[in-house]
């Protein structure tokens, strides 16, 4: 069975802090996509990026950053210098090459302070 | 592109009455389309699978007299709660899924009910 794991269930960061959002997945599927999303408090999901298995590559954009690491079956993003309007709560999913079985993780809420 | 709709957006209604929400894949065919709900800092839970011109797939737990979908078109699905009680109130959010490419999941902004 697929499962997402977030850790962290909550974190606070003053304004320009970077901050890193941990995500640890299980699958048994040799082929998947790894995501994050950010939900604002309006509860619409924000696609921030979707991640092939067969690419490690860390991709950047922006102040986003990801870690994407087979190895340890993370997938982490890290957001530099942090911003007020980044105080969401973010998602890591993990689905099969298909589309199927989309799990979420539980979620951390990012809380950035001024 | 890939854009999806629901309809309402939010949703206040009284205990024992019924509720539908609409999901539209507005510019892409979609044959299969998914219902999750989310409960107050919860993470989102998938409800049912919905495939078009067959019946729905419910998850674990979901009861599919209560939580009826239909999926009657390549760009259109329906929820619609039955006879509601307060603990259905919840924010639920369908995908769809495209019929070309990948296969990967496009969401929709979510419809908050409340049943007073």
């Known amino acids: 069975a697929q499962k997402v794991t977030q850790a962290q269930t909550e974190i606070s960061v003053v304004e320009k802090e970077d901050v890193t959002l941990d995500c640890v997945y299980e699958t048994r599927d040799t082929t998947y996509y790894l995501f994050w999303y950010k939900q604002p408090p309006s509860g619409e999901l924000v696609f921030l990026i979707r991640?092939?298995?067969?690419?490690?590559q860390n991709e950047i954009s922006g102040r986003y950053s990801w870690n994407f690491q087979k190895s340890t079956s993370s997938f982490n993003f890290t957001i530099t210098a942090s911003q007020v309007v980044d105080s969401a709560v973010y998602f890591c999913a993990l689905s099969e090459a298909g589309g199927q079985n989309f799990v979420f993780g539980p979620g951390t809420r990012l809380s950035v302070l001024p | 592109g890939a854009v999806v709709s629901q309809h309402p957006s939010w949703v206040i209604c009284k205990s024992g009455t019924s509720v539908k929400i609409e999901c539209r894949s507005l510019?892409?065919?979609?044959?299969?389309m998914f219902w999750y709900r989310q409960f107050p800092k919860q993470s989102l839970m998938l409800m049912a699978t919905s495939n078009e011109g067959s019946k729905a797939t419910y998850e674990q737990g979901v009861e599919k007299d209560k939580f009826l979908i239909n999926h009657a078109s390549l760009t259109l699905s329906t929820l619609t709660v039955t006879s509601a009680h307060p603990e259905d109130s919840s924010f639920y959010i369908c995908s769809a899924r495209s019929v070309e490419g990948p296969g990967e999941q496009y969401f929709g902004p979510g419809t908050r009910l409340t049943v007073t």
């Open positions: 510019d892409f065919q979609a044959t299969t």
């Open positions: 991640r092939n298995s067969f690419d490690e």
